[in-house]
Structure formats: structure tokens, C-alpha cells
């Protein structure tokens, strides 16, 4: 019979030489909600209803996003005043990827951001989830808020998530 101490090495000693931390298992390569003011933007305004619009509970097209003057200016408002640390190509660089949505890469916007946020001007109108958008507007703070909060603690859990290591046995 082995004495503990040979059978703790034969147990152990396999097992430590047969694992590997892997930080990605799947490849996923985590995309974060990058800035996460501008998504926060995007959420809360793609929450507002447009002429293009379709009744009942059918999403929003992102051809109806890209061609709404109103989403578009007041998009762009939003992006300037709640992205403040974020530079003007970055912003530029955002609306061209995500302006219309996060799948839809093949949908353009009809105005560049720069175009859309001269149209803004200033606006004096403050648009609430769910009501009919009809011009340049501002955004809710409270519904603003909540977009970032929740996309903020999206991003957090994600990250934090990366880090796990797996241990995964890979001698048999």
C-alpha cells in the first residue's frame, strides 16, 4: 500500500500537469458598449416613436432610423452634450457603426453626424420614451440615466466575466 504522501503526489501531480486557463473559451472576443454614453443615447432616443414608425409592437427599421430627420438631429444632440469626454472623430466613428442601430451595418444615415448636429441646433423640446418625435429634441435625463446605468453595469458584469479563468482537464 502507498503511504498519504505518494498517494497525494499520484493524484495531484497528473491533474496539475493536464490543466491550461483559458480566458476565452468560445473566441467571443467581448465587444463593450464603447462609449457607453453614445449607446445610452441610442437607446433612449430609438425608444421615442417616428412618423416611419410602424404601429403596434414591430421595431423600428433601421432604414426608418436612417432616414428620420428628427432621430437623426436629436441623436446628435445627445452625443454632443452627454459625451463630453469623447473626441469628435470618436463620436463620428460611432454614429457611422451604431447611429441605426447595433446590426445594422449594411443601413447608412442619411446625414453625417456632423451634418445632423448643425441641423440640431439647440433644441428647447424635451422628448419622453414612447411619444412621437417630430423635431430636434433633448433627451430625458431620468430615461438618459437609465440607459447608462443599465449599459454601464452590462459593460462591468462583461468585463468581469473575461477575466474568469476555466480550468479544463486535457489528458485523458
Known amino acids: 500500500m502507498y503511504s498519504k504522501s505518494v498517494w497525494l503526489y499520484m493524484v495531484t501531480i497528473p491533474f496539475v500537469q493536464c490543466i491550461t486557463i483559458i480566458k476565452d ?45 428628427p432621430y437623426l438631429t436629436t441623436l446628435a444632440y445627445c452625443l454632443s452634450t452627454k459625451c463630453n469626454s469623447e473626441t469628435f472623430s470618436e463620436l463620428s466613428s460611432f454614429w457611422s457603426r451604431y447611429s441605426v442601430g447595433s446590426t445594422s451595418s449594411l443601413t447608412v444615415p442619411q446625414l453625417s453626424y456632423k451634418v445632423a448636429l448643425q441641423k440640431a441646433g439647440t433644441p428647447n423640446v424635451t422628448a419622453y420614451p414612447g411619444t412621437l418625435l417630430k423635431t430636434a ?10 440607459q447608462l446605468n443599465s449599459l454601464s453595469s452590462w459593460d462591468e458584469a462583461e468585463n468581469t466575466q473575461s477575466k474568469a479563468a476555466y480550468v479544463l482537464p486535457l489528458d485523458y
Open 25 to 69: 473559451p468560445f473566441n467571443l472576443g467581448h465587444v463593450p458598449y464603447t462609449p457607453v454614453c453614445g449607446h445610452a443615447c441610442r437607446e433612449t432616443v430609438q425608444e421615442d416613436r417616428l412618423e416611419c414608425s410602424p404601429n403596434g409592437t414591430a421595431a423600428t427599421s433601421a432604414g426608418c432610423f436612417a432616414s428620420n430627420t
Open 137 to 146: 429634441s433633448l433627451v430625458s435625463d431620468e430615461a438618459y440615466e437609465i
